[in-house]
Structures are given as structure tokens and as C-alpha cells.
């Protein structure tokens, strides 16, 4: 077998070097543009979990305050008639907020 033997002068350990550290910052760099945009993404649906469980508060506050409205309404029909109007202008503005937020399905494929 042959035998090779490679003698590296102190320039070319410099520029080796260099070569090195200039592929990890350039890495570096792009793990930190990763992450700024990971945070940012983070942060995003952090605040609409948050809203969201803002809605669904509002939603259980809603169906208990109906369920105490009717029963203190139980002898009065006209009351139980503007509370049951009420309730479907409601039920409309519910399903026309989650049918414009709701994304369509994709196309389907040929």
C-alpha cells in the first residue's frame, strides 16, 4: 500500500479554520432565523387559543344564563318567545362567524 503523508503549514490551517467558521455562523444564523420565526409562529396560536377560550367562556355563559332565563320565564309565553327570537339571532351570528372562519377544504385531487 501507499503511503500518503500530508503536511499542513500553519496558513492552511488558518484558512481551514476560517472555512469552518464561516459555515457555522452561516448555520447558526439560519437556526436563529428558524427560530425567530418559530417564536413568532408560537405567539400566534398562543393568542388564538386565548381568544378562542374567550369564546367558549362566552358560549357556556351564554347556554347557562338561556337555561336560568327560561326557567324564570316559564310562566310567561311572550317572554319565552323574545328569548327563543333572541336565541336564533344568535344561533345565526354563531354559524355565520365559524362558516367565515372556517378554511374551505382543498380541491380535490385530478
Known sequence: MAEFIIRL???????????????????????????????????????????????????IALIGGLADQIRALADDPVAIRALADELQQKDAALAAAVAANTPAPPPPAP
Open 9 to 59: 503549514q500553519q496558513d492552511d490551517l488558518e484558512a481551514i479554520a476560517t472555512a469552518v467558521a464561516a459555515k457555522l455562523r452561516q448555520n447558526f444564523s439560519q437556526l436563529s432565523q428558524e427560530l425567530q420565526s418559530m417564536s413568532a409562529e408560537l405567539d400566534a396560536l398562543s393568542a388564538q387559543v386565548h381568544a378562542n377560550s374567550g369564546v367558549v367562556d362566552s358560549a
